[in-house]
């Protein structure tokens, strides 16, 4: 094994938050402060992380997943099935704790989510919200291509997960 292997041999997995999981949610956001400071936001409060649980367990089409590197916890996916068209799904978050940048830990998540999601979804979808360039460099170095604007502050991306007929 190669020294660049040991990069891409970190045990990364991903499992779907439950509802137990709120304070785990709630670690990987306090250890990503300036995901918040960009968005203009509060850190959220571990009761937001409950209500923000709660809603995402009651919408069937939305994942919301932990990322743990070994048994730690260093990051989160959130995305939707089914949306916006029946055959695409749209990933509305990738955050990965700020002591966990840099370590292809972001781009192996994607890459995970895409092989998960093909074939049986034909686009995935990344949705950036504010003024976030390194999120569309992120994007656009996974094979993201702009979409469109949704507003000032949001802007689509998209993939192909397979070749198209
Ligand atoms: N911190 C950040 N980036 C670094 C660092 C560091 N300390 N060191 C190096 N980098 C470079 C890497 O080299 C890499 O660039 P390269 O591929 O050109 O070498 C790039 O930054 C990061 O690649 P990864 O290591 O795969 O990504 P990472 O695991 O750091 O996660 C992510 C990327 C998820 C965007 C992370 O920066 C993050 O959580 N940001 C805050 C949340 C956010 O903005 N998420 C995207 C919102 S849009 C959406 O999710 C649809």
Do not use: C
């Amino acid at each position: 094994m190669g020294p660049m292997a040991a990069k891409t041999e970190l045990p990364l997995s991903a499992r779907r938050a439950e509802l137990a999981d709120a304070p785990l949610l709630h670690a990987v956001y306090t250890r990503s402060p300036g995901y918040f400071e960009l968005l203009g936001s509060e850190l959220p409060t571990l009761v937001d992380v409950e209500s923000e649980l709660a809603a995402a367990l009651a919408d069937p089409e939305r994942r919301l997943e932990l990322l743990f590197l070994r048994d730690e916890v260093v990051g989160l996916l959130d995305y939707k099935l089914h949306h916006p068209e029946d055959d695409a799904a749209t990933l509305s978050l990738v955050l990965i704790t700020e002591d966990h940048r840099g370590l292809g830990l972001g781009q192996r998540a994607v890459r995970n989510l895409e092989a998960a999601l093909s074939p049986e979804f034909r686009l995935l979808y990344a949705v950036v919200y504010g003024q976030n360039p390194s999120a569309e460099r992120f994007f656009t170095r996974l094979g993201y291509a702009f979409q469109r604007s949704g507003g000032p502050a949001v802007k689509w991306f998209s993939k192909p997960l397979r070749a198209g007929p």
